[in-house]
């Protein structure tokens, strides 16, 4: 429920962002596989409102992010990660250090560590970074939600999680809507990408 609250964030930047009546076809098309995919239909069940609010908070961030990191990207391309990553560990860093057990400054700690920080921070924010400087915003909006249906087909094939028809059914609609937005988007890029 979670993941579908926080993709309100970047599917409002692909409807804010759109200006055919085709572009909103394709972001109709990844709602409705997100809603197949995802538990919006049991919403009302459980759900703590407060969690509910920081799932929507995140989205509201996810959507400033891809706003943001395009106008970033532009300014100061890959860099861009390089500073927002130095940013973001100044407050964290000395937590981190100060609570962290003498073990953890072990190689074998430390250098998967590395490896874990490279593989899920960096590279990927470089690739969004080059992506939103190269992609329209409602283009990389729409994109984003095929990331639920990448994770499903994952469980697949690593965790042997079975999908049921209407999941199948709401791969295929994001699978589709993401093929209609890139392949109709503008070919050109908006501004120049700095070295």
Do not use: N
Request: a neutral charge.
């Amino acid at each position: 429920m979670a993941v579908a609250l926080q993709f309100t964030g970047p599917l409002a930047v692909a409807l804010l962002f759109s200006r055919r009546p085709l572009d909103f076809l394709w972001v109709l098309l990844a709602l409705a596989g997100l809603s197949l995919l995802l538990p919006i239909r049991h919403l009302r069940q459980g759900t703590d409102p407060a969690g509910a609010l920081y799932a929507l908070g995140a989205g509201a961030c996810w959507a400033v992010y891809i706003v943001s990191g395009q106008k970033a990207g532009i300014s100061h391309g890959a860099q861009s990660v390089a500073l927002g990553s130095l940013i973001s560990c100044v407050p964290a860093l000395p937590l981190g250090l100060l609570s962290a057990p003498p073990t953890f400054f072990s190689a074998t700690i430390v250098l998967p560590g590395i490896a874990v920080a490279v593989l899920s921070t960096a590279f990927p924010y470089l690739l969004d970074m080059v992506a939103l400087t190269r992609l329209p915003t409602r283009t990389f909006g729409v994109l984003m939600s095929i990331e639920p249906a990448i994770g499903a087909l994952t469980g697949l094939l690593f965790l042997d999680e079975r999908l049921s028809a209407s999941q199948w059914i709401a791969i295929a609609l994001i699978i589709l809507a993401s093929i209609g937005v890139t392949a109709g988007g503008e070919q050109k890029i908006s501004a120049p990408i700095p070295d």
